[in-house]
């Protein structure tokens, strides 16, 4: 069985631009969560899709970061305009539930974003 | 915010088993303890979970006291490859919010 997948594994943009991450859940899974960690914090949760539904999007950080499920397979996260604080790891999960016990989440290996 | 209370870091020699403990004073009934570990800049890995009862799975075991108010993750033979951060978390659905975690070095 494939794992989460995350593309790209870097991506270097200049303030200003716009840049889309891409994650592939394991398949079966209708949960998939976006989080990410920024320079010297910790791991926070961005948002949950149930499916192609936003379930809780409370961690999103502001209007400049869009994400989509279509589909309810493969996610995106798009940040636009990129500023410099954006900077950070992205990382994307899944799981077959949402409530545990059968609710374990399993982690792709990041998304790397720089934004000079 | 995390509910959960570890050591900032520890230290264990390898091949001697490695007790990470955690505080959760105000866990709920519905929420499980869940244990995550985060391999140098890897994605975050499962290790295990557990709700009132002790587990084991072939990665670790968990024991929860009695009155769930705080539980040890235990590696039985902790190997240089176990050396990560690890996450307690607690968790009824949806997000999982991590602190600081225990910094774990295995050491030779």
């Known amino acids: 069985e494939a794992g989460v997948t995350q593309f790209p594994s870097h991506s270097v943009i200049e303030k200003g631009q716009t840049v889309t991450l891409r994650c592939d859940p394991i398949s079966g899974h209708d949960n998939l969560y976006w989080y990410r960690r920024v320079m010297g914090k910790e791991i926070k949760f961005l948002l949950h899709f149930v499916k192609e539904s936003k379930q809780d999007e409370s961690g999103m950080p502001n209007n400049r970061f869009l994400a989509e499920r279509t589909g309810g397979t493969y996610s995106t996260l798009k940040v636009q305009p990129a500023e410099l604080e954006d900077s950070g790891v992205y990382f994307c999960?899944?799981?077959?539930?949402?409530?545990?016990?059968?609710?374990?989440?399993?982690f792709g290996p990041g998304t790397r974003l720089t934004v000079l | 915010d995390a509910k959960t209370t570890q050591p900032p870091s520890m230290d264990c020699a390898e091949g001697r088993a490695a007790n990470l403990p955690c505080n959760h004073s105000t866990i709920s009934g519905n929420e499980y303890v869940y244990w995550y570990r985060q391999i140098h800049s890897q994605g975050p890995q499962y290790i295990i979970h557990g709700l009132k009862n002790n587990e084991t799975n072939e990665m670790a075991s968990l024991i929860i006291t009695e009155d769930r108010k705080s539980s040890t993750l235990i590696l039985p033979h902790a190997t240089l490859r176990d050396t990560a951060v690890y996450y307690c978390?607690?968790?009824?659905?949806?997000?999982?919010?991590f602190g600081g975690g225990t910094r774990l070095m295995v050491k030779p």
């Open positions: 999960a899944s799981s077959r539930f949402r409530d545990p016990p059968g609710n374990e989440q399993f």
């Open positions: 978390i607690l968790n009824a659905g949806n997000m999982l919010t």
